[in-house]
């Protein structure tokens, strides 16, 4: 294991601030792409290499299989491998099945995957006439009620206060009969289901004292990952197992909070010194994904209000990023006269790009609702790009994944050891156990369920020319760490993914479609609190880009449909005028456009702060030309004048990397560059 001095060293200074505090309460407001999963497996290490804890005691928190495997993996590699990471049901299951017969008695209950035959079951009680459809509406809303601790007749209360819509135009009240008729279906059954999981156990740990000091003498230090995202319940059960302690680190981020209709709530983030008297709060505002063009505009998108005006102040609670990427492309905007030919466009774009060098799975298409997905898949199969759906059934819960990795298993099983070397044994091995199960050699043309099982057997395959110096029995451990982790292979393809399905992840290009009113904000979003919602789910598809963002709307839904669509409210202020959109990979959509052009082009960029300090920039530059007796464009040039409003460099490692600015310029005039950044800022803030 690494010594704390040694682990410190590789951490920016905020990090550095989060690893030293091990103990007592801490709120980690780590904004995206800022390393933050780093900055607390690295607090972890080190405060075990000082003694402040032991692993055994500590029980680190996530939301997804796949960031705890991802989290478990970078403690093995600093060394500390005992320590659980886990998800909160995960967590609460190992403690149910553990405790269940000491406090209960017997086995635990059966869980149910699905609610969809209990709700059939508990419909048909009440004499209600319902679809596939509205019954994975209500098995939401049963899980929304349930994760907010609310019984039937809370249902009825809370619904009324938050005005809430209700699945299928039913009523409120028969919904909260449908609640106790599932409940009461379900326990006659002798089964429970995942949200029971977390409930029991907080009743377990509230009326057992002796349960409830084993656990709490066991986990004495916790951190708690995307902590945004808590719900009433987790944040119960969590409140159970520190019983009344304050060691915990929580980590999250209130611009990333897109997930209330689940019942997720980031209060306990914003409110978190008052649950912990004496807590610190660490912002970690560098950000290592995106390159200043996006970092700016996602910050632009964050500080925009509801009605689409353009502001200098971030929301309460959130984070304004600062890249510590070298300068990039500007974000490009499109508008397109219906969907398909947005459709069509989106997949020159990413011909384009992969013209360029670009490799197909380092780029994403994203959009608002799953409905979106089909005129991409239908637009990229008519290209020839292979893409795989995100959002749907994980990676090793697929059937033909399972059957293909039940197939492998039994082959190392029964082999001695299969050496893979020049021949490529190992490779052909895998071909020839995936071929009966759906994969050849050459993708098929058709779409579907037939493409995405190809694709998935298709991804083992190029696993195994990637690990091809692997025998069969060492291919199969990787495969089952995976599968503990979380951890899919990479399919060689662009991934067409909801926004909700992005969240946690990156990608070199981002083409963000579907920009414009009913979409993004959804038409559903009516509420202020709903309305702020979705500007943080565009936010949160925006840092989603590192090099390249895109960024399309389309005015109609087909060829020959009134053109009624507007771009989104959100982007209003900073979508470029029409007749300057660009189309592709910096191709103007007719004839060239002229230097003027394009210097206005990058001005209309700018928002009105950007402006206030372009235009400062530009004066310090005509008098310092003047009084140097040399053409302004000697000191800097408008592109890069603009680069600087924009991405508002805070020292002169952040200037230096602004295209345009090299080491002689730096060293010249970085400090009066610096110094009128710093004034400007400030002076707009007091406003």
Not at 93 to 111: E, K, S, T
Not at 207 to 222: G, L, M, V
């Amino acid at each position: 294991m690494p010594s704390g001095a040694h682990l410190l060293e590789a951490l920016d200074p905020e990090q550095r601030a989060v690893a030293t505090q091990v103990t007592g309460p801490l709120a980690v407001l780590a904004g995206a792409g800022t390393g933050k999963t780093r900055a607390i497996t690295y607090r972890l290490a080190y405060g075990i290499a000082q003694g402040a804890f032991s692993q055994n005691s500590v029980l680190a928190v996530t939301f997804t299989a796949r960031a705890a495997g991802e989290m478990r993996h970078r403690l093995r590699a600093l060394g500390v491998p005992a320590i659980q990471a886990r998800t909160f049901h995960a967590a609460a299951l190992r403690q149910l099945g553990y405790f269940w017969p000491q406090a209960i008695g017997g086995d635990v209950p059966q869980i149910v995957k699905h609610k969809a035959s209990l709700l059939t079951a508990a419909c048909a009680h009440l004499g209600l006439g319902v679809d596939k459809q509205l019954i994975r509406d209500l098995a939401a809303e049963v899980e929304w009620a349930k994760v907010s601790m609310l019984d039937s007749a809370d249902y009825l209360r809370v619904v009324g206060e938050q005005n809430r819509l209700i699945p299928g135009d039913l009523d409120a009240s028969t919904v909260a009969d449908l609640l106790r008729v599932y409940e009461s279906l379900k326990t006659e059954a002798g089964k429970i289901d995942f949200e029971d999981v977390l409930l029991l156990m907080v009743g377990i740990m509230q009326e057992n004292e002796p349960i409830a000091r084993q656990i709490r003498s066991q986990y004495r230090h916790f951190v708690v990952d995307e902590f945004q995202d808590v719900s009433p319940l987790q944040y119960e059960l969590l409140n159970q197992w520190l019983g009344g302690r304050h060691d915990i680190c929580v980590v999250g981020d209130v611009a990333q909070t897109i997930y209330s209709f689940t019942g997720a709530s980031h209060k306990y983030l914003v409110n978190f010194e008052k649950d912990h008297p004496g807590a610190r709060r660490i912002e970690l505002n560098r950000n290592y994904r995106s390159t200043p063009q996006i970092v700016s505009f996602a910050n632009q998108v964050l500080a925009t209000s509801a009605n689409g005006r353009l502001g200098t102040e971030m929301p309460v609670g959130s984070v304004k990023l600062v890249s510590q990427k070298e300068t990039g492309p500007a974000v490009a905007f499109n508008v397109f006269e219906h969907d398909e030919a947005e459709a069509t466009a989106v997949a020159s774009i990413v011909k384009n790009l992969q013209t360029q060098g670009t490799k197909l799975e380092d780029v994403a298409v994203l959009f608002r609702t799953n409905a979106q997905s089909e005129a991409f898949e239908n637009a990229f199969a008519a290209a020839g790009i292979p893409f795989l759906v995100r959002g749907g059934e994980r990676f090793f819960a697929r059937p033909e994944i399972k059957q293909a990795l039940l197939e492998i298993r039994r082959a190392a099983a029964v082999a001695s050891r299969i050496e893979a070397g020049e021949t490529g044994e190992l490779v052909e091995t895998v071909q020839n156990l995936v071929t009966p199960l759906g994969w050849s050699k050459d993708m098929p043309k058709t779409g579907g369920a037939v493409r995405e099982r190809w694709e998935g057997l298709d991804a083992l395959v190029n696993l195994a020319y990637q690990k091809q110096q692997l025998s069969l029995i060492e291919f199969n451990s990787e495969l089952m760490e995976r599968v503990e982790a979380q951890l899919a292979p990479e399919i060689a393809g662009v991934t067409l993914s909801s926004l909700h399905a992005a969240k946690g992840l990156e990608w070199e290009n981002v083409i963000l479609a579907g920009a414009s009113e009913g979409l993004l904000p959804i038409s559903l979003a009516e509420t202020p609190a709903e309305i702020e919602e979705e500007k943080r789910l565009l936010y949160v598809g925006v840092t989603r880009a590192k090099q390249r963002l895109f960024i399309t709307y389309a005015k109609a839904r087909g060829e020959g449909r009134a053109q009624k669509r507007r771009v989104s409210r959100f982007l209003s202020a900073t979508w470029p005028r029409e007749d300057l959109t660009v189309s592709g990979v910096g191709k103007p959509k007719t004839g060239a456009i002229s230097q003027r052009a394009k210097k206005q082009a990058l001005l209309d960029e700018l928002n009105p702060l950007e402006t206030e300090l372009f235009n400062a920039l530009k004066t310090w530059r005509k008098n310092e030309a003047e009084e140097r007796s040399v053409p302004p464009f000697v000191i800097f040039g408008d592109a890069t004048l603009v680069e600087i409003a924009k991405s508002q460099p805070r020292n002169l490692t952040h200037l230096r990397i602004v295209r345009g600015v090299g080491a002689v310029k730096l060293e010249e005039f970085g400090t009066a560059v610096l110094r009128i950044v710093k004034k400007t800022v400030a002076d707009a803030q007091n406003l």
